[in-house]
C-alpha cells in the first residue's frame, strides 16, 4: 500500500480585513496545493485601508489560491465574519469574487443548516402533573437566532431615531452591535449556493478529510443541545437571563420590534398635545432623561446578549498535520468552549497547539484562561517551538476601556506578547493587504 500524501508545508495568509476575520490556509504538497479559506468579513476598516478594501482583499485571496478554493469555512454569521461574502447587483462584489473562486465544499455551524429551519417556534410539554412547559428543540433554538436577527434590526433602527439622546458612546456601541447581528442576507444566500454545505457540531467529520489528504481536522464546537446544556437552558442566575426562556422570548420579542420598525415615525397617540424637546417643563427633565439613559442601556444590554449567543455557535476547528497544530476558534466564547474542555481526550489534543488563531479579535471571555493555561508552547523564551498567536482585529470597535470591556483586550494582549509570537493585523502598514506565515511540516 502506497503511503498516505501529506503537506511538506502549510502557508498562512492573515488579511487586512479591520474588526473582522479572513484567513487563507493553503497546503503544499509535492504535486499540488489545496486552500482553505476560513471566514471574510469585517465592521470596521482602519482609515489607512482605502476604498474598497473588501472587493481588494478578495482579489488578493483569488490571486493567492490561483483562482481555485477548494473550502470555504464560515465559523458563525456575524457580519465581522461573512461580509465579505456578500455579492453585488453589478457582479463585481467580493462575494462574486469569491464565488468565482469555485469552492467545492462550504462548512458552517449546525445552526445554519436549513433542515433546522425556524418554522415550530418553542415546543410545549406536559410534565408529570399535567402542566405545559416549553423545551428546546434544534428548530427553536434556531428559530429563536432568527428572531434576534429581527430584534438586531428594530435596535438598529431605534437608535438612529434616538441618536441625539443616546450620547455618541452608547449609540456607537448600539449601532456596532446591532450592524453586525443582522442577518447579513446577501452573503448567507450566496454561502449557501457557491458550493454543497456542510453544516456540523462538536466531534463530526469536518468534511475536509478527502481535501486535505494527510491532515486530520477535529470540530471541537459548537455542541449541539443534546451535547451541551449550557446552551439548551441557561442557569437562571446566569446574567444572559434573557436566554431562560429562549425561543418564545425572543419571538415575542421580535414580533414587537417588527411592529415598532413599521410604526417607528408614529406617535403612539397621535392627537395628544406635546411639548418640544426643546421647551420640556423643568421639573420633568431631569425624568425625561433618566428613562432615555435607562432605554439606551436596556437596549445595550440585549444587543450584548445576542451577541454572545450569536458567538457561541462559532466553529471551532483544530488541524494536526505533521505534527503541527493550529487551533481556529472563531468567536467562540465560554459557553461554547465549556462542552469541549470537559474532555480530558480534547484537553490533551490542545495541550501541544503550535499556532493560535486568537478568539473573537482579542476579547477576554473568548480565550478562557483553562485554554490558555493548557498550552506547553507558550513561553517567555524565543525558542523554535514557541507558540505563535495571530489575531485579527482593530482597537475602539468594540467594548470600552473604563469598565475592562475593550477590544482587544490589554491584559490578554500582554500574555499574548509575553509568552508568544504574537502578531496583530494592527501591525500591517498601510500598503499591506496581508501577512504571511510559512510553516514546514
Not at 271 to 285: E, G
Amino acid at each position: 500500500m502506497p503511503p498516505t500524501r501529506k503537506p511538506t508545508r502549510l502557508t498562512l495568509h492573515a488579511y487586512q480585513v479591520g474588526f473582522g476575520d479572513c484567513f487563507l490556509l493553503t497546503f503544499h504538497y509535492r504535486s499540488f496545493d489545496r486552500h482553505i479559506l476560513i471566514d471574510f468579513g469585517s465592521t470596521g476598516q482602519p482609515k489607512s485601508a482605502g476604498e474598497n478594501l473588501m472587493v481588494r482583499v478578495a482579489q488578493e485571496i483569488q490571486k493567492d489560491c490561483n483562482g481555485k478554493l477548494h473550502a470555504v469555512v464560515a465559523t458563525h454569521r456575524h457580519k465581522d465574519h461573512i461580509s465579505g461574502f456578500a455579492t453585488a447587483k453589478n457582479g463585481k462584489g467580493s462575494g462574486d469574487i469569491i464565488a468565482a473562486c469555485q469552492p467545492d465544499l462550504v462548512i458552517q455551524p449546525w445552526t445554519e443548516d436549513p433542515e433546522a429551519a425556524p418554522d415550530t417556534g418553542a415546543l410545549a410539554e406536559a410534565d408529570g402533573n399535567g402542566r405545559k412547559s416549553f423545551v428546546n428543540s434544534r428548530k427553536s433554538f434556531v428559530a429563536a437566532l432568527s428572531d434576534m436577527h429581527a430584534i438586531s434590526e428594530a435596535v438598529l433602527v431605534e437608535a438612529e431615531r434616538r441618536k441625539s439622546v443616546l450620547g455618541k458612546t452608547l449609540h456607537r456601541e448600539l449601532t456596532f452591535l446591532g450592524d453586525d447581528n443582522i442577518s447579513n442576507r446577501s452573503a448567507v444566500l450566496n454561502l449557501m449556493n457557491m458550493a454543497p454545505n456542510k453544516y456540523v457540531h462538536y466531534g463530526e467529520r469536518s468534511g475536509l478529510e478527502k481535501i486535505l489528504p494527510g491532515v486530520k481536522v477535529k470540530v471541537l464546537g459548537p455542541p449541539n443541545l443534546e451535547q451541551s446544556q449550557t446552551i439548551r437552558k441557561q442557569r437562571s442566575a446566569d446574567e444572559a437571563e434573557f436566554w431562560h426562556f429562549q425561543s418564545q422570548f425572543w419571538h415575542l420579542q421580535a414580533a414587537a420590534a417588527e411592529q415598532f420598525a413599521l410604526r417607528s415615525k408614529a406617535s403612539i397617540f397621535p392627537k395628544a398635545k406635546t411639548y418640544s424637546a426643546l421647551i420640556t417643563p423643568p421639573y420633568t427633565r431631569w425624568f425625561i432623561n433618566r428613562m432615555r439613559t435607562l432605554r439606551g442601556d436596556q437596549m445595550l444590554s440585549i444587543v450584548r446578549t445576542l451577541d454572545k449567543v450569536m458567538n457561541n455557535t462559532s466553529l471551532i476547528l483544530l488541524f494536526d498535520v505533521g505534527g503541527q497544530k493550529l487551533l481556529f476558534p472563531g468567536d467562540a466564547q465560554i459557553e461554547n468552549w465549556s462542552y469541549a474542555l470537559s474532555k480530558p481526550s480534547v484537553r490533551r489534543m490542545l495541550a501541544d497547539v503550535n499556532l493560535y488563531k486568537v478568539g473573537h479579535h482579542g476579547s477576554l471571555n473568548a480565550t478562557p484562561k483553562s485554554l490558555w493555561k493548557l498550552f506547553k508552547n507558550r513561553s517567555p523564551k524565543h525558542t523554535p517551538t514557541r507558540l505563535q498567536t495571530v489575531v485579527s482585529t482593530m482597537p475602539g470597535k468594540h467594548g470600552k476601556t473604563a469598565n475592562n470591556t475593550e477590544v482587544p483586550r490589554r491584559p490578554l494582549v500582554e500574555a499574548l506578547e509575553a509568552e508568544s509570537k504574537y502578531f496583530t493585523t494592527q501591525q500591517l502598514k498601510k500598503s499591506e493587504l496581508k501577512k504571511t506565515f510559512t510553516i514546514d511540516l
